[in-house]
């Protein structure tokens, strides 16, 4: 495996009832960069995404972080081991605040999963961290307010600050921005731009403009197979990258 890679993944492959979704990928995620995973639809991101996360095991191949072998480990112990992922906001309680969100998140071992004994003490002695958890994206000021009643995009960054909560080495991101208006694009890679400080992040964004504001590395998918992987100017230019875009858009009409 490549000597400074955090995060690499060689020949892992995914396999759905005979179909291919993730075929034989190469990954190499350098330390303390923003790495993008883009493709057309169905090109396998989601499920390459899943299978460096311990979600969904793999067919084939090999996943290493830090150099050591997290192939077939659980989604608890790749988390436990420094891999975040963001939720979507259906994990969140309606009626818990911002930050008693945080709190839990903190006590929680492995970040995942919520602990439904919450002991007193144990969320006092996390009040600070997840109030400062708050104000690194921006939700200071809602740190009372329940999940509820967050607006779309605040909802996002609440995620944000749970998967953080773990103070992972890897925090993967599945489509950040999706689903959000100019102003909570601009707003969401501001706070990405922030927490990157330090840290590593994986990627799956189909919004390039975000792709090209953020990322050092960009590898593109299609059909399950690394295409091309690069700087994204250098990828934003390749014909191969230009083809596959425009055939899944000829296909999708
Ligand atoms: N659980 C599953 N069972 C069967 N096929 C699946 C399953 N999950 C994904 N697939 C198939 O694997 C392929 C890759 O899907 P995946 O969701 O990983 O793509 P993607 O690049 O994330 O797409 P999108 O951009 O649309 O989210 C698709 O053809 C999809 O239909």
Do not use: C
Not at 54 to 66: C, T, Y
Not at 104 to 125: I, V
Not at 145 to 170: S, T
């Amino acid at each position: 495996m490549a000597g400074q890679a955090i995060l690499s993944a060689r020949g892992l492959t995914r396999d759905f009832r005979g179909f291919r979704a993730v075929d034989g990928v190469d990954l190499d995620v350098a330390p303390e960069t923003v790495h993008a995973l883009v493709g057309p639809n169905g090109a396998g991101k989601t499920t390459l995404f899943n299978l460096l996360t311990g979600f969904l095991p793999a067919s084939g191949g090999r996943i290493e972080l830090d150099g050591r072998d997290i192939t077939g480990l659980p989604p608890e112990r790749v988390a436990r081991l420094g891999v975040a992922r963001s939720f979507q906001i259906t994990s969140l309680f309606p009626q818990l605040s911002a930050r008693e969100h945080v709190q839990l998140a903190l006590q929680s071992p492995s970040g995942l999963g919520w602990r439904f004994w919450r002991s007193a003490t144990l969320m006092r002695r996390y009040r600070d961290r997840a109030d400062e958890l708050l104000a690194m994206v921006d939700l200071a000021e809602l740190a009372e307010a329940p999940a509820e009643a967050l607006a779309y995009g605040r909802k996002r960054a609440l995620e944000l600050a749970i998967a953080l909560a773990l103070d992972p080495k890897v925090l993967l991101l599945d489509e950040p921005t999706a689903g959000m208006g100019l102003e909570d694009v601009d707003r969401t890679v501001g706070l990405i731009a922030a927490v990157r400080k330090g840290r590593t992040v994986v990627m799956v964004e189909h919004n390039m403009s975000v792709v090209g504001r953020l990322a050092d590395t960009v590898t593109v998918l299609q059909a399950g197979k690394v295409l091309v992987e690069g700087p994204y100017e250098q990828v934003r230019a390749d014909e191969r990258v230009i083809t596959a875009y425009l055939g899944a858009a000829d296909a999708a009409h």
